[in-house]
């Protein structure tokens, strides 16, 4: 989702946040899949930062 914001409104989103949110959802107890998505996530923010 991030992948597609063009440089000028990606620097506008707080990586702090986006992080801190994706650390949140592994630590998700109820599903897996949403830790599988969160990891697959932080895996890809290489290419946003």
Known sequence: MLG??????RALISKDLVFS???LLL???E???VRI?????VG???DFS
Request: charged letters at 15%.
């Open 4 to 9: 597609v914001l063009t440089p000028q409104l």
């Open 21 to 23: 949110s994706l650390v």
């Open 27 to 29: 630590k998700d107890p």
């Open 31 to 33: 599903d897996v899949s």
């Open 37 to 41: 998505a969160a990891a697959r996530a």
């Open 44 to 46: 890809m923010l290489h």
